[in-house]
């Protein structure tokens, strides 16, 4: 087992993993920003480094820095947590190739899966499913023209290296179609720097499931069930929850398996998640994210397994500690993410936190960083907490998270707490009946 691993990350998730090592009895480095210096995670591992000034390209990004400081603190493995370079290939070979760990995937899965064209004909030839489109990129408008005309309109333009929506554009009639691929294009050209991109159908009203998988380098492969994604604000997720409340129990086992079987055929190591869209009983991949994910607490909470130690475990080469016939799904569990942004117009809003109280009791959790006092700087995302509520049913847990919202205090900036706490009561959510729509047209609906 390791005994000291550097965090290269901020934030609630940099203070999660903290804890995992400790629990563990692994020492902890944590790197940081000149804006972070009074952060929780800072103040808690047992060395810090100061990596840059506020700039993510110049600290959190910045891998010859946070090289420097695993080699100076002696740390033996990093772990990456998610964003900034939890899905960067070269990082993940850079780490490697000192002589250090990295806890996550290979750099070649990493490469692999963060092309979403490779990524797509992969899984393909794995028996999973995948929407109906081009099976590479589209190379010229005749061959756009003639594909979107046999999938059918509308069709979906998106980066083969992209994400968070960028790079992404409907197409609902030909006309469109060629001025909508040089959009896609652009923007894919500007963000990624790459222009490469793909087609696939339009599905008019999916739901976004993801299934959480997790393997280690002696064979075992194990899926953790699934989370409903699917209220969505511009691509991002705003309330992740499992089980789904559109499956039912052989759905799930037969995806389960599907991904289990695929998984192990493609030799992947450490935690993942394969994401799918699902309309009328069958499910389309999307892509697959090679990284401990933001909602990961949620399916903690349903099965009891804490993902970030035995990410840790099976990177230092150790088996899964338990199998598939181990794996018990008990209860309901949603999690709602808290930005520190207005509920209504969306403008981020940093700030000095006067006042904080996060609530408690029964199957209640917070993985956040702040604290009275703390001053949340405006060069990260917004993401400031996770509520995350577990119960034995469905409603149960429904009731316990509308209560656990009303107790939550965060005060001296605008958050996203009301906004939650009208989702959580609206008929359609309490209802399960939802899609990856629907939160974009609510929101409309109020203005």
């Excluded at 000149?34 to 993510?56: K, N, Y």
């Excluded at 799930?252 to 009983?281: C, H, M, N, P, Q």
């Excluded at 499910?283 to 970030?308: A, K, S, W």
Aim: hydrophobic residues 40%; proline residues 4%.
């Amino acid at each position: 087992m390791f005994d000291k691993v550097l965090i290269a990350n901020r934030g609630e998730i940099a203070l999660r993993i903290h804890r995992a090592c400790r629990e563990m009895g692994i020492h902890t480095v944590a790197v940081h920003s000149t804006a972070d210096e009074d952060a929780m995670h800072v103040r808690l591992a047992d060395e810090s480094v100061c990596i840059g000034p506020p700039s993510a390209a110049r600290s959190y990004l910045n891998i010859p820095a946070i090289m420097a400081a695993a080699e100076i603190t002696n740390a033996d493995a990093i772990h990456p947590g998610y964003g900034f370079l939890s899905e960067n290939a070269k990082f993940a070979e850079i780490v490697a190739d000192h002589g250090i760990t990295f806890i996550g995937p290979t750099a070649e899965h990493i490469r692999l899966m963060g092309d979403k064209i490779a990524a797509k004909d992969t899984v393909r030839r794995l028996g999973v499913p995948c929407v109906p489109g081009s099976d590479g990129a589209i190379d010229d408008e005749a061959e756009a023209a003639r594909i979107a005309a046999e999938i059918g309109y509308p069709v979906l333009v998106k980066a083969a290296a992209g994400g968070g929506g960028r790079g992404m554009r409907v197409v609902k009639e030909p006309e469109r179609l060629s001025a909508e691929i040089a959009d896609a294009r652009s923007e894919a050209r500007n963000a990624f720097g790459d222009d490469a991109v793909y087609m696939e159908k339009y599905l008019s009203r999916p739901r976004h499931i993801e299934m959480q998988i997790i393997a280690d380098a002696h064979g075992n492969v194990v899926h953790l069930g699934e989370r409903d994604c699917s209220l969505q604000r511009r691509h991002q997720k705003v309330v992740e929850e499992s089980p789904s409340p559109a499956l039912n129990a052989r759905e799930r086992e037969e995806i389960g398996e599907t991904v289990v079987k695929a998984i192990s055929a493609l030799g992947y190591l450490g935690v993942g998640t394969i994401e799918f869209l699902y309309e009328d009983g069958a499910f389309y991949f999307i892509e697959m994210n090679t990284r401990l994910q933001v909602e990961h607490p949620v399916t903690e909470m349903v099965t009891g397994i804490d993902l970030v130690r035995e990410q840790i475990r099976i990177a230092s080469g150790a088996p899964l500690s338990f199998t598939q016939k181990d794996v018990r799904f008990t209860g309901h569990a949603i999690e709602c993410r808290i930005n520190a942004e207005h509920p209504r117009t969306f403008m981020a809003s940093p700030g000095q936190v006067t006042d904080y109280h996060q609530p408690g009791g029964l199957g209640v959790r917070v993985d956040s960083a702040l604290y009275s006092g703390y001053r949340i700087p405006p060069y990260y995302d917004s993401l400031i907490a996770k509520l995350i509520v577990h119960g034995n049913t469905r409603n149960e847990c429904l009731m316990r998270l509308r209560r656990a919202l009303e107790e939550y205090v965060i005060g001296g900036i605008t958050c996203t707490i009301p906004l939650l706490s009208d989702l959580v009561g609206n008929r359609d959510f309490v209802d399960g009946t939802y899609d990856i729509k629907w939160l974009e047209e609510y929101l409309s609906s109020l203005d």
